[in-house]
C-alpha cells in the first residue's frame, strides 16, 4: 500500500536532485556569459562578425529551450516522488499481472514510453524549429517517425532481454547476482564495441564503401605508413538528419573501421580528411579505445556490486511511497539511481578529464604522423564554425562537461 509520510531517504534523493539540478543552472548560465567575450585571437578567422552573432542567437535559443526542457522534467520528477507517483503506478501494474518479470518489464517499458512521450515536443521544436532555422536540419518528419520506430523496437529487443536476464540473475542467484550481472554486461559492452557500425548504424543510416580516388588512395597510404590494419573505410549519409560533420573509428581486433560523414567530405580537403583520420588512428594505436572500455567495464562492475548490496534495503522501497517490510527491485533501482547520482556525477567528471587528455595525445599522433598540424586546425576550425561552437566555453562548464577540449586550447598544443 502506500506510504503515508517521507523517509530520511526520501528528504535525501531531493537533496540530490536541487543540487543537481542548482549545480547545471550556475554552469549553464556561466557558459551562456561566456558568449559575450570577444573571439580569441587565435581563432579570429572562425567566424567574421556575422557568423558570430548568429552562433550566438543559435546557442541562445538552444540553451533557453533546453532550459525549459530541465526544469519540466525535474518538476515532474519531484512531483512523482512527492505524490509517491512510483508506488502508484507500479501497484497499477499489479492488477494486471502476478508474473514479477512482466511486472518489472512493464513497469520500467511504461516510464521509456512516458518519459519519450513528454520529451517529443522539445525534440521536435529543436530539430523542425531551432535546428532548421539555423541551416542545420536536413531531417524530414517521416524520417523523424521511423527513427523514433526503430528506436522503441530496438529498445523492446535489446533493452528487453538485458533487463530480463538481469532480473532473472537478481531472483535466481543470490548475492552474487551482481557478478553474473557484469559478465552480462561486459559481454554485450565488447559485442557493441565490435559490431556496432556493422549492425545496429545500418538500420538508420546508409554506409557505403568510400569510393576508388585520391581520398581512399591517401586514406590507405597513411593507415600503411603508420601499420594500421584498416579493414573498412565507409561514408555514412549523416547528411540524411543533419548538415552537421563528423568521423569517427569503431571497432576492437579485427573488426576496424573508419566512419566519414559525407557532410564532413563535403567541407574538407583531402589533407584534412586525412589529419582527422589520423587524429581517429591515434585514438587506437595509444590503446585509448581500450582502456575507455576496460574503465568502463570496472565503473559498472562497482555500480552493481555497491547495487546487490543496497537494493536488499526495503527503505529504498518506502522512500518511493510504498509501504513494504521487503524491498520491491524495481523500485529499489529507480531510488539507487538517484542515490547514486552524485557518484555518477563525479565519474563522470574524471572521465571526461581523461577523455580530454586523450584527444590532446590524439591531436599530437596526428601532427607528428601527418609532418604538422596545420591541416588538422584548419579542419578543427571548420568544424567550429560549421557547426557554430562556442569559441570561449566557460572554465568550470568545460571541467564537468567538456569530453574533447575547447578548440583554443587544442591549437596552440598543436602549434
Known amino acids: 500500500m502506500i506510504s503515508e509520510g517521507y523517509s530520511f531517504i526520501f528528504w535525501l534523493i531531493i537533496i540530490f536532485i536541487l543540487f543537481e539540478a542548482l549545480l547545471n543552472f550556475i554552469l549553464d548560465r556561466r557558459n ?32 533557453r529551450l533546453a532550459a525549459i526542457s530541465s526544469l519540466f522534467g ?16 507500479y501497484l497499477w501494474i499489479g492488477t494486471f499481472t502476478n508474473y514479477e ?27 523542425f524549429v531551432i535546428e532548421e532555422k539555423y541551416g542545420f536540419n536536413k531531417m524530414t518528419l517521416k524520417t523523424f517517425v521511423l527513427d523514433k520506430l526503430k528506436g522503441y523496437l530496438l529498445g523492446i529487443i ?8 538481469f532480473v532473472w540473475f537478481y531472483q535466481n542467484a543470490g548475492q552474487l547476482f551482481w557478478m553474473y550481472a557484469w559478465i552480462l554486461f561486459t559481454v554485450f559492452s565488447v ?15 546508409q554506409l557505403k564503401p568510400l569510393e576508388e580516388g585520391n581520398l581512399r588512395t591517401k586514406i590507405e597510404e597513411f593507415a600503411a605508413k603508420v601499420q594500421f590494419p584498416l579493414t573498412n573505410i565507409f561514408v555514412i549519409d549523416g547528411s540524411k538528419r543533419s548538415s552537421k560533420a563528423n568521423a569517427y573509428f569503431s571497432g576492437l581486433g579485427s573488426k576496424k573501421t573508419i566512419v ?32 575507455s572500455l576496460v574503465i ?20 529504498l522501497t518506502s522512500a518511493l511511497g510504498l509501504e513494504t517490510n521487503k524491498p520491491v527491485f524495481a523500485l529499489g533501482l529507480i531510488a ?39 591541416f588538422l586546425i584548419s579542419a578543427l576550425k571548420k568544424l567550429s564554425s560549421n557547426n557554430l561552437s562556442n569559441l570561449n566555453p566557460d572554465k568550470w562548464y568545460v571541467f564537468f562537461n567538456y569530453s574533447h577540449p575547447p578548440l583554443r586550447h587544442r591549437i596552440e598544443k598543436l602549434l
Request: charge should be negative; avoid cysteine; charged fraction near 15%.
Open 32 to 63: 551562456s556569459q561566456s558568449w559575450l567575450l570577444p573571439i580569441p585571437e587565435i581563432l579570429k578567422d572562425v567566424y567574421n562578425q556575422e557568423q558570430y552573432t548568429k552562433a550566438q542567437k543559435y546557442h541562445a535559443e538552444s540553451e
Open 336 to 374: 539507487f539511481s538517484m542515490l547514486y547520482a552524485p557518484i555518477s556525477t563525479l565519474t563522470g567528471l574524471l572521465m571526461n578529464i581523461y577523455s580530454r587528455k586523450n584527444e590532446f595525445e590524439a591531436d599530437n599522433y596526428a601532427k607528428e604522423n601527418t609532418g604538422s598540424g596545420v
Open 74 to 89: 525535474i518538476i515532474l520528477i519531484l512531483g512523482f516522488l512527492i505524490f509517491k507517483g512510483f508506488a502508484f503506478v
Open 296 to 315: 568502463g567495464i570496472l565503473q559498472m562492475g562497482i555500480v552493481l556490486f555497491i547495487l546487490s548490496w543496497a537494493v536488499s534495503f526495503p527503505q
Open 260 to 291: 566519414l560523414y559525407d557532410t564532413l567530405i563535403a567541407e574538407h580537403t583531402e589533407e584534412e580528411l586525412v589529419a582527422i583520420l589520423a587524429h581517429e588512428v591515434g585514438h587506437y594505436k595509444l590503446k585509448h579505445i581500450q582502456k
Open 191 to 205: 559485442f557493441m564495441a565490435m559490431f556496432y557500425t556493422s549492425w545496429i548504424v545500418p538500420i538508420f543510416n
Open 158 to 165: 535489446i533493452g528487453g532481454v538485458l533487463l530480463s536476464v
Open 101 to 127: 518479470l512482466l511486472h518489472i518489464l512493464i513497469f520500467f517499458g511504461f516510464f521509456m514510453i512516458v518519459s519519450d512521450i513528454i520529451s517529443l515536443p522539445f525534440s521536435l521544436y529543436s530539430i
